[in-house]
Nanobody, 114 residues
Framework: QVQLVESGGGLVQAGGSLRLSCVAS????????MGWYRQASGKQRELVAG???????NYADSVKGRFTISRDGAKNTIYLQMNSLKPEDTAVYYC????????WGQGTQVTVSS
């Protein structure tokens, strides 16, 4: 069992930045893939960015060039640096780990005002 705890969400104006953090209860290198998903009100949860245990990254087209996923193995933490935020980025952001099995954090709200 792995616990994932997110932090860093909040309210920001369009064009601003936020950094989300996700701390895992065990080594992130023992988890095949970690990533960030988001779910806007009334919409399905979608992948934002992922990072494999080998360090490969992938991003949703809507965030390429604006968001960066990274990790710190010593802290069992992954990050999502979000720049040039837009109102359409408003959502609850979830940390995800896929072993198997799949683990989810509790989510952190990101609100971008126009």
């Amino acid at each position: 069992q792995v616990q994932l705890v997110e932090s860093g969400g909040g309210l920001v104006q369009a064009g601003g930045s936020l950094r989300l953090s996700c701390v895992a209860s065990r080594s992130i290198f023992s988890i095949s893939t970690m990533g960030w998903y988001r779910q806007a009100s009334g919409k399905q949860r979608e992948l934002v960015a992922g990072i494999s245990s080998g360090g490969s990254t992938n991003y949703a087209d809507s965030v390429k060039g604006r968001f960066t996923i990274s990790r710190d193995g010593a802290k069992n933490t992954i990050y999502l640096q979000m720049n040039s935020l837009k109102p359409e980025d408003t959502a609850v952001y979830y940390c995800n780990g896929r072993g198997p099995p799949t683990y989810w954090g509790q989510g952190t709200q990101v609100t971008v005002s126009s």
